[in-house]
C-alpha cells in the first residue's frame, strides 16, 4: 500500500468517526433538551395544581365570609326594625305625656275654680251655724250641697293625684325606651362594624382569588360551570316549587269543601290564597309595567360582553351597599341562597313559566315557598357575586330561556 493510499483512508475514517460523534452529541442534546421541557411541564403541572387548591381554598373563605355577612345584615335590619318600634313607641309615649300633663292643667283649674266658689258663697262652719239656728229646713238643703260641693272636690284631688301618678310612670316609661334605644343604637353601632370588618375582609381575599385568576379562558370556563349549576338550581327548584303548588292547592280545596259544607255559604280565601289562586298569570307583556328593583345606573345590560364568548344573561344594576331589593311582581320564592358568581341570590317563579332573578346581595330576607308581593323587600345589595363593586344581577327567565329585563321594568 502506497504512502498516500494509506493517507486517504486514514482521512475517511477520520471523518466518518467524527461524523459519528457529531450525530452521537446531536442527539445527546436532543434528549437533554426534552428532558429539561418535560421537567418545566410538570413543575408547570405542580403549579397549576396548587394553584387551583389555593384558589379553592380562597373560594371556600370567601363562601364563609358572604355568609357571615348575610347574617350579621340580618341582624342589623333586626336591630333597624327594632328601632324603628322603640322611636314610635317614644314619640307615643310623648303624646300620652303631654295629654296627662293637660288634663292635670285642666284639673288643677276646676279645682281651683271650685274653691273660689265655695269661698265666695260663704259656706263656711260659722255661716252654717247661722244657717242651722234660723231656717233648719233650708240649712240642712245648704249643708246637703256643702258636702256634694266638698265630695266632689275631694274626687277631684283624688283624679288629680292620679294623674300626676300617670304621669310619673310615663316619664319613667320614656326614660326606660331611650335607654333601650340607646343600648340598640349602640349594638347596631357594632354590627354596622362587623359587617364593614367582614366586607373588607371578603373583598381582601377575593382580590387574592383574583390574582390566581390571569387567563380570560379559565373565567369563561369558569363563567360557563357558574351557568350551568344556575341552570340545574332553577329547574331543581321550579320542580319543587310546582310540587309545593300542587299540595296547597290541593289542601285549598278540601278546605274550601269542608268549609262550605259547615257554613252553607261560599268560602272566602285569605289573601295568601287569593295569591295562590291567581298565581298562574306570570309577568305578562313586556310593556315597562313593572318599577325597578333597586334604583341605580347599568352597568351591564343584557347581552352585553362578560367575558370571551359569555354574554350577560341578566343586568347589572349599580346601588350603594345595603339598598333595599324589593320584588317586581307577586309570586312564590323558589330559591334564595349562595350560588356560585351570583352570590346570595333570589329566585321568584310568576305564574307557570316566568321567574324574576335577583343576584349578587348581601343579605336575603325571605325562604323558598315564600309568597311574596310586589314592591316587598326581599334582600339587600352587596358584591357577592363576580363584580368587586356593590350592584344587583337582574335577570327574567321565561320558559327557562333569559330573556331581556329591560322590557318589564320603568
Not at 246637703?144 to 277631684?156: D, G, P, S, W
Not at 359587617?195 to 377575593?206: A, D, G, M
Not at 382580590?207 to 360551570?225: F, G, P, S, V, Y
Request: aromatic share 4%; hydrophobic share 35%; charged share 25%.
Amino acid at each position: 500500500m502506497s504512502f498516500s493510499l494509506f493517507r486517504l483512508k486514514t482521512s475517511a475514517m477520520l471523518t466518518a468517526l467524527f461524523g459519528c460523534g457529531a450525530l452521537l452529541f446531536s442527539v445527546g442534546s436532543q434528549s437533554a433538551d426534552l428532558n429539561q421541557i418535560q421537567q418545566q411541564i410538570k413543575q408547570q403541572e405542580s403549579k397549576l395544581a396548587e394553584q387551583k387548591r389555593a384558589q379553592a381554598k380562597l373560594q371556600s373563605t370567601l363562601k364563609n365570609q358572604e355568609s357571615q355577612i348575610n347574617s350579621v345584615a340580618g341582624k342589623l335590619r333586626e336591630t333597624e326594625l327594632s328601632l324603628k318600634e322603640i322611636r314610635k313607641q317614644i314619640t307615643d309615649a310623648d303624646k300620652q305625656l303631654k295629654l296627662l300633663e293637660k288634663q292635670e292643667r285642666e284639673q288643677k283649674a276646676k279645682l281651683a275654680k271650685q274653691m273660689d266658689m265655695i269661698y265666695r258663697s260663704g259656706l263656711n262652719p260659722s255661716v252654717l251655724e247661722r244657717m242651722l239656728s234660723e231656717d233648719a229646713q233650708k240649712a240642712s238643703r245648704m249643708k246637703v250641697y256643702y258636702e256634694h260641693l266638698n265630695q266632689t272636690r275631694i274626687e277631684m284631688i283624688h283624679h288629680l293625684q292620679a294623674t300626676q301618678m300617670q304621669i310619673v310612670k310615663q316619664k319613667e316609661a320614656i326614660l326606660g325606651q331611650q335607654q333601650t334605644h340607646k343600648d340598640q343604637l349602640s349594638s347596631q353601632k357594632k354590627q354596622q362594624q362587623e359587617l364593614e370588618k367582614i366586607q373588607r375582609e371578603r373583598q381582601s381575599t377575593l382580590n387574592e382569588i383574583n390574582k390566581t385568576i390571569h387567563q380570560d379562558q379559565n373565567k369563561l370556563a369558569r363563567l360557563r360551570a357558574n351557568e350551568t349549576s344556575l341552570r340545574q338550581e332553577i329547574q331543581r327548584a321550579e320542580q319543587a316549587a310546582r310540587q309545593q303548588e300542587q299540595r296547597e292547592r290541593e289542601a285549598l280545596a278540601q278546605r274550601k269543601q269542608a268549609e262550605e259544607k259547615r257554613t252553607a255559604k261560599p268560602y272566602k280565601p285569605t289573601a295568601q290564597e287569593r295569591q295562590l289562586i291567581n298565581s298562574s298569570g306570570g309577568l305578562g307583556t313586556a310593556k315597562r309595567q313593572y318599577s325597578k328593583p333597586v334604583n341605580g345606573s347599568i352597568l351591564y345590560a343584557f347581552g352585553s360582553t362578560q367575558a370571551g364568548e359569555a354574554r350577560w344573561k341578566g343586568m347589572v344594576i349599580a346601588a350603594p351597599n345595603g339598598t333595599p331589593v324589593r320584588a317586581i311582581a307577586a309570586g312564590r320564592v323558589i330559591l334564595a341562597g349562595q350560588l356560585n358568581g351570583y352570590g346570595y341570590m333570589v329566585i321568584i317563579k310568576h305564574g307557570d313559566s316566568d321567574l324574576s332573578l335577583y343576584g349578587f346581595n348581601q343579605a336575603v330576607f325571605v325562604k323558598p315557598n315564600q309568597l311574596v308581593s310586589a314592591g316587598q323587600t326581599i334582600a339587600q345589595v352587596g358584591n357577592t357575586g363576580e363584580l368587586s363593586r356593590p350592584a344587583l344581577y337582574f335577570g327574567i327567565s321565561r320558559k327557562g330561556t333569559p330573556v331581556n329585563p329591560a322590557g318589564w321594568i320603568k
